[in-house]
């Protein structure tokens, strides 16, 4: 049985173009909610994600993480009248 060696490196390099925008834009929706800084959490989220389980791992992380508080909408309107 022949195994075509550029067609697992075409499997492996298409892996990564859908893995590697996923894991970016996963990190920045999550780092929007639980950090001050999502361009980088996205940024180093995507850096990992070229090896596939240390970009699951990452999001696992940042999944588990607490959200940040966000100030109360309604406290400031009173403030502000």
Same mark, same amino acid.
């Given at each position: 049985? @022949? ?8 499997? $492996?390099?298409?892996?990564?173009? &859908? ?12 780092? /929007? ?7 980088? $959490?996205? #940024?180093?989220?995507?850096? &990992?994600?070229?090896? %596939?389980? #240390? ?13 940040? /508080?966000? %100030? @109360?909408?309604? /406290? &400031?309107?009173? /403030?502000?009248?």
């Amino acid at each position: 049985m @022949n195994i075509n060696g550029t067609l697992i490196g075409e499997l $492996i390099f298409y892996s990564l173009i &859908l893995f590697v925008p996923l894991v970016g834009f996963l990190s920045f929706y999550l780092g /929007k909610r639980k950090t001050t800084s999502p361009k980088v $959490i996205a #940024l180093v989220g995507a850096v &990992l994600s070229i090896v %596939p389980p #240390l970009g699951l791992i990452y999001l696992g992380a940042l999944a588990l993480k607490e959200d940040i /508080k966000q %100030p @109360n909408l309604d /406290k &400031l309107a009173e /403030k502000a009248a």
